[in-house]
């Protein structure tokens, strides 16, 4: 029996919201964990996205928008991304066109 990692939790969470929440064309579903979820007192949202799309690296100030008056900024300035379930390296080559999945995963610390 393989052991199971943080990872396949996290991916199991993305499959089961997606498969369970309909997002139409235009739309992304941001999925908010641990710190971003504590501030913006979400765990998901979804948000529109102009026309032409959103490069990754440009969501958060769309979110930060969205959220006036919170530590948001921040926090997603320190945090990772995943895009229907795949962890993003370089936020700047992922054009988000609408119906995405996008994870903000924060920095935890423990063991």
Do not use: Q
């Not at 964990?33 to 102009?50: D, K, M, Y």
């Not at 008056?69 to 991304?81: A, C, E, F, H």
């Amino acid at each position: 029996m393989t052991a199971r990692t943080p990872t396949d939790s996290f991916c199991f969470i993305c499959l089961h919201i997606h498969l369970t929440m309909s997002n139409p064309k235009g739309m992304i579903t941001v999925l908010y964990f641990a710190a971003a979820s504590t501030t913006t007192g979400a765990t998901s949202e979804e948000v529109p996205l102009p026309h032409d799309g959103l490069k990754l690296s440009e969501l958060v100030e769309l979110l930060v928008s969205r959220h006036p008056n919170t530590d948001l900024g921040p926090i997603l300035n320190t945090s990772r991304w995943s895009v229907d379930c795949e962890m993003v390296d370089d936020p700047e080559t992922v054009l988000l066109k609408g119906g995405e999945e996008v994870g903000v995963i924060c920095p935890v610390s423990g063991g």
